[in-house]
């Protein structure tokens, strides 16, 4: 009989009924912090509530600010008693880690063996202490948290103890820690940093960024900010409420005191500071992080909410991963079925399906080659991939920098198909031909989606039932001034600071009963983000939107 075998990474006690999942759930998009709820629509767990039970399930995936949103819960009283896995997960291990650090609200994680958890998995409630897990007869037992030490350098050891303030200090012991719980032997220099936590995912968001700029938090290396909740200048003006516009503000400003660089953008990559190939930075949203491994081929962990800040403050992030080579090597071979002549939508589905595919490992994709896709086409894959996978990157054969060679020995090998594309075409597209409101920009439009939507469009003028947003960051705004002349004089409406996975009324048109994007990963959270029912299309299906509020649920040329 295998030994049933368990490692505590924050311990704890706890007790309470067996929640379990066969696949991850992103906690940004996926819970709601008002009320402990799973909203993800695609999710088994869909309408279960997770208060107080023992959250199961094989790792987290999708956005990093998921650790914001298990803060929150634990703040309010609304978190599981405990979070089990059975790999390896740095997002929600965060937010408990910051709960018990910052807050003194413990929150047990463990990690079981794969057979310890699939023995539990069938039990009904559980006990947790911190030698073993009781659950209806079974009994396995709990090893104590890894307490290796880090390989520290003196400047290190300075920061711990606390020559450069508080701030860094409480920065570097959090970052140490999340070290050790994922083996690492010591830490590594970064050149920069991408914050995901000014999204006001929960008032847990603030709490922590104003306590850590009270202290005197400071950045030591260039620090670009995520998009955020709320146009900056200007939600006053459209009429967000204060009780939400004020503390996403606030949020916001509360990172450009700590030095952030104030981009307010979900596409770090599409900014003149993008990284270069090899370079080691620490950034945090999992598009960017995806984007910035796959296509660039830069280094950076998938980086929770806080712990980017931290490692910003310090400059210092753990020696893990995917920083080290041996972690970059593909685990599963993808052969890609390519139909002909794919448009823009074919990406996005096939980074869903790879995510799927491939949820807790690193794939190669082949069979894309020939399609040639462009940095947008690259963009759309990497954000849907996203939503479906807790990898922080993928290979392209023939694409991406590292591709040629990267399998590793014992990667498995699967296939998407045609057929496969058409299942996700239908689950995305299970809604009404009218709609309300046209979705565009996420992660945030590029110039050249822009140019592309205003060319489409030429002179002709939306329809007056249907409401059409383009969210696009700062930088691109600016450097497309003409284009967006254009796409205003259409009807369109060109939204900076905030991005489609932030959007709350009555930015969200309140009348929308329907919307398309063209986005797989705002396909995925928009309908438990919005509440309304979303339909996924093509460029041309958007088009058609904005011009006639209406577009049958049919499958595109490439697949019919």
């Given at each position: 009989m295998t030994a049933l075998s368990a490692r505590s990474i924050l311990s704890g006690t706890a007790s309470g009924p067996i929640i379990a999942a066969g696949e991850a759930l992103s906690f940004w998009g996926g819970v709601d912090p008002a009320t402990g709820r799973v909203i993800d629509v695609h999710h088994p767990l869909h309408g279960v509530t997770i208060n107080g039970g023992i959250l199961m399930m094989p790792s987290s995936r999708g956005s990093c600010t998921g650790s914001g949103v298990l803060l929150d819960l634990a703040l309010t009283g609304r978190a599981p008693a405990a979070l089990v896995f059975s790999e390896a997960e740095d997002v929600l291990t965060l937010g408990a880690l910051i709960a018990a650090e910052m807050f003194g609200k413990s929150l047990p994680v463990l990690r079981l063996s794969h057979a310890a958890y699939d023995a539990l998995c069938r039990a009904k409630t559980a006990t947790i202490s911190d030698t073993a897990i009781e659950a209806d007869g079974l009994v396995i037992p709990v090893s104590p948290p890894t307490t290796s030490a880090l390989d520290l350098t003196e400047n290190d050891r300075a920061m711990l103890e606390g020559r450069d303030g508080i701030a860094v200090q409480l920065a570097l012991r959090i970052t140490v820690a999340m070290a050790a719980q994922q083996g690492a032997e010591k830490l590594i220099d970064v050149v920069q940093g991408h914050i995901d936590g000014c999204i006001y995912a929960s008032p847990a968001n603030l709490t922590f960024a104003e306590k850590m700029a009270d202290m005197g938090a400071r950045v030591c290396v260039p620090t670009t900010m995520n998009a955020i909740s709320v146009d900056r200048a200007n939600w006053e003006k459209q009429g967000v409420p204060h009780d939400f516009g004020d503390p996403a503000a606030r949020l916001a400003d509360a990172y450009v005191r700590m030095g952030c660089r104030p981009t307010f953008t979900c596409s770090p990559y599409l900014l003149d500071s993008a990284p270069k190939t090899g370079e080691a930075i620490a950034w945090a949203e999992s598009n960017a992080v995806i984007f910035a491994n796959t296509v660039l081929g830069a280094r950076t962990a998938k980086h929770p909410d806080f712990l980017d800040l931290c490692i910003a403050l310090t400059g210092r992030a753990p020696l893990s991963g995917v920083y080290l080579d041996e972690h970059r090597k593909a685990q599963r071979v993808i052969d890609v079925e390519l139909p002909d002549n794919v448009d823009d939508a074919f990406w996005p589905i096939v980074g869903y399906l790879a995510g799927r595919t491939a949820p807790d490992r690193i794939p190669l994709l082949r069979g894309l080659a020939a399609a040639k896709p462009t940095q947008d086409d690259l963009k759309a894959l990497c954000a849907a991939f996203g939503t479906t996978s807790a990898a922080p990157m993928l290979h392209i054969e023939g694409v991406t920098p590292e591709a040629d060679g990267i399998?590793?020995?014992?990667?498995?090998?699967?296939?998407?198909?045609?057929?496969?594309?058409?299942?996700?075409?239908?689950?995305?597209?299970?809604?009404?031909?009218?709609?309300?409101?046209?979705?565009?920009?996420?992660?945030?439009?590029?110039?050249?989606?822009?140019?592309?939507?205003?060319?489409?469009?030429?002179?002709r003028k939306r329809h007056p039932d249907v409401t059409v947003i383009v969210t696009a960051g700062r930088d691109i705004m600016a450097e497309t001034g003409d284009?967006?002349?254009?796409?205003?004089?259409?009807?369109?409406?060109?939204?900076?600071?905030?991005?489609?996975?932030?959007?709350?009324?009555?930015?969200?048109?309140?009348?929308?009963?329907?919307?398309?994007?063209?986005?797989?990963?705002?396909?995925?959270?928009?309908?438990?983000?919005?509440?309304?029912?979303?339909?996924?299309?093509?460029?041309?299906?958007?088009?058609e939107a904005t011009l006639t509020g209406r577009v049958p649920p049919r499958l595109p040329a490439w697949l019919a």
């Open positions: 399998a590793a020995e014992n990667a498995g090998h699967t296939t998407i198909t045609r057929a496969d594309m058409v299942d996700v075409w239908r689950m995305f597209n299970d809604g009404p031909a009218e709609v309300e409101l046209v979705a565009i920009g996420s992660p945030h439009a590029s110039a050249s989606e822009c140019r592309a939507l205003a060319d489409a469009l030429g002179d284009v967006l002349t254009r796409l205003r004089a259409s009807g369109v409406q060109i939204l900076p600071d905030l991005c489609w996975c932030s959007i709350s009324e009555p930015v969200f048109p309140t009348k929308t009963r329907a919307l398309i994007t063209n986005s797989g990963k705002y396909a995925h959270y928009g309908p438990g983000l919005s509440g309304r029912t979303v339909r996924f299309g093509n460029l041309a299906d958007c088009i």
